[in-house]
């Protein structure tokens, strides 16, 4: 069955960086749309970035970010190594939360930022402090 487990969480300063990765086995990270999603305590999932690759190299992706941390996160993936990675930079307190990524089964025409997702991840906590 398809795995996926997050690492890379921790306790971070404001203003702070942190880059969590997400292995993902008998599922191929490089065909159909991946996200990372983050819950708050005593909030609502939110979706904070979206891949999808559309040619033949990691490079060649579209990408998706919501408002609360466009500028500040980068997703990408590493086809060779199956991985999804999510590089967030000026890290705020209100980061804080647990983050999930999670794998479409099969094609979307779609906006990645739209689809079901099939598979999660375990969770990885980020705590950020002012």
């Known amino acids: ?5 997050e690492s890379g969480g921790g306790s971070v300063q404001a203003g702070g960086s942190l880059t ?7 599922y191929t990270i490089s065909r159909n749309c ?13 979706g904070i970035a979206f891949i ?7 490079y060649a992706v579209s990408t998706g970010y919501a408002d609360s941390v466009k500028g500040r996160f980068t ?7 199956n991985t999804l990675y999510l590089q967030m930079n000026s890290l705020k307190p209100e980061d804080t939360a647990i983050y999930y990524c999670a794998a479409k089964a099969g094609r979307y025409s779609g906006s990645c930022q739209n689809a079901e997702y099939n598979y999660w ?10």
């Open 121 to 130: 991840g375990q969770g990885t906590q980020v705590t950020v402090s002012s």
């Open 52 to 58: 999808i690759r559309y040619g033949t190299t990691d």
């Open 34 to 46: 991946m996200g990372w999603f983050r819950q708050a305590p005593g909030k609502e999932r939110e």
């Open 75 to 81: 997703i990408s993936q590493d086809g060779a190594k």
């Open 20 to 26: 969590l990765s997400c292995a993902a086995s008998r």
């Open 1 to 5: 069955q398809v795995q996926l487990v």
